[in-house]
């Protein structure tokens, strides 16, 4: 019996010893990270303005941490593939998911399945937001979002909105704008903003949501007209368009954004780190502009205001959602 005792007391301590000893090198793990490349997962496909925004931010954060940071373009479903993979992946720091918000505050409102929740990621940081304009195709008879509204009254389910698919962000500032004028639409879903923005140009619809990066050159080439932009202030690519505030309709306020997670469990110190390069890239005039030529608004900020303003926008479109039973079908 007292042999026993010896022998556990001494595989207790054995234990103990080798616990203690592996401290030093996980704290020296986080203390050289990065020393490998690192995965940036875009969960879109190649070519979107996603996509851009990952390369021009793998680009800068290679430059800023000194290891290759590699894209990986891991599309569908909704998004989910891509947040999926990362919220499975090593939380060592080396897999990081550059999201649009929709990740985490529309599909769980839509998709009762999915496989991942926000829970399963570490916010990292804000990267930019995405504004987006009200337009209508250039022979609509209304020439101001006013005449638009009287238009909609008027033609109750008449006037054809665009959307880039049903559930989509855009679909659901298009219920946002029906909603807060007062009028019916009719949504028809595209597959994609590509689609919806050609049969605008052709005169198939008649209204649309659209980011600025497609707005903006369309507008200025006389294919369609813009009547108001959602964002609290008026965007400097289309200074002479009006909020949907200025214009009494203080609650039509909408953009989406793209931020940085880990999985959930990534060391802090490994967090802090790649916060601290992200604000320095996201401040620069160069990473601005670059930004602003996509129609995109650079941001920045800590962990914490990325999970703040994605709890935020979750309870705006979760509660439109379920307040206008939207589902996929």
């Given amino acids: ?29 986080q203390d050289n990270w990065p020393s490998k490349p690192i995965s940036l997962v875009v969960p879109y496909p190649p070519g979107g303005t996603s996509d851009v925004v990952g390369r021009q931010l793998a680009q800068r954060l290679r430059e800023e941490l000194g290891q290759p940071v590699i894209v990986e373009n891991k599309a569908g479903a909704a998004t989910a593939i891509g947040a999926t993979h990362v919220a499975r992946a090593a939380k060592d720091g080396y897999t990081l998911l550059l999201s649009a918000g929709t990740t985490f505050t529309v599909n769980p409102h839509l998709n009762d399945k999915l496989q991942y929740k926000l829970d399963d990621f570490a916010p990292v940081a804000l990267v930019c937001t995405v504004p987006f304009a009200f ?13 638009y509204a009287a238009y909609g009254k008027a033609n109750p389910g008449k006037i054809n909105n665009a959307t880039n698919g049903q559930g989509s962000m855009v679909h659901l500032l298009g219920e946002m704008i029906a909603t807060g004028l007062n009028v019916k639409m009719t949504q028809v879903h595209y597959k994609g903003a590509a689609p919806a923005m050609m049969d605008l140009i052709g005169g198939v ?5 659209e980011a600025l990066t497609n707005a903006v050159p369309n507008v200025k080439a006389g294919q369609y007209r813009a009547l108001a932009v959602l964002s609290a202030e008026r965007q400097a690519l289309m200074p002479d368009v009006p909020t949907f505030r ?3 309709y203080p609650d039509i306020v909408g953009e989406t954004w793209y931020g940085v997670f880990a999985p959930v469990g990534t060391p802090r110190p490994v967090v802090d780190k790649l916060n601290a390069a992200l604000l320095r890239i996201t401040s620069s005039p160069s990473f601005v502009e670059g930004m602003r030529k996509l129609g995109n608004e650079a941001r920045s900020g800590s962990p914490a205001d990325l999970l703040a303003a994605t709890r935020e926008q979750g309870k705006v479109w979760g509660g439109l959602i379920k307040r206008l039973n939207i589902i996929i079908e």
Avoid: C, W
């Fill in 1 to 29: 019996m007292e042999n026993l005792l010896r022998i556990r007391i001494h595989a207790l301590a054995l234990a103990a010893m080798t616990s203690l000893a592996g401290l030093p090198g996980i704290a020296l793990a």
């Fill in 135 to 147: 337009v209508v195709k250039k022979d609509f008879p209304a020439k101001t979002l006013q005449e």
């Fill in 205 to 209: 619809v008649d209204s649309n949501v």
């Fill in 246 to 248: 200025e214009l009494g």
